[in-house]
Nanobody, 121 residues
Framework: QVQLVESGGGLVQPGGSLRLSCAASGTIFSINTMGWYRQAPGKQRELVATTTSANSTNYADSVKGRFTVSGENAKKTVYLQMNSLKPEDTAVYYC???????????????WGQGTQVTVSS
């Protein structure tokens, strides 16, 4: 079984910063992509940022220049540094991983349990 455990959410004032972490554990042969999605109340889950094993990153337009995603392959961990936070960044943030469990090419997708980020004065 594979688990993704997130940490680092909380309450922050507008303009503040938070850092989210997500660690993967379990039967993992290799991780192709790890990243973050978020879901605000009444809205669909959306991409925030992802990073690949080749260190290629992808960001939602709404967070470019403010958020930075990074990964530590050896630790099977991904981070999301969030700066200049805005009230519209308030959401549950979910860690996501696309990985292989063995030498076969089949990929699996997993989600973390989510961590709440609230930006409010």
């Amino acid at each position: 079984q594979v688990q993704l455990v997130e940490s680092g959410g909380g309450l922050v004032q507008p303009g503040g910063s938070l850092r989210l972490s997500c660690a993967a554990s379990g039967t993992i042969f290799s991780i192709n992509t790890m990243g973050w999605y978020r879901q605000a109340p009444g809205k669909q889950r959306e991409l925030v940022a992802t990073t690949t094993s080749a260190n290629s990153t992808n960001y939602a337009d709404s967070v470019k220049g403010r958020f930075t995603v990074s990964g530590e392959n050896a630790k099977k961990t991904v981070y999301l540094q969030m700066n200049s936070l805005k009230p519209e960044d308030t959401a549950v943030y979910y860690c996501n991983a696309v990985l292989r469990k063995g030498s076969a090419p089949r990929e699996y997708m997993y989600w973390g349990q989510g961590t709440q980020v609230t930006v409010s004065s």
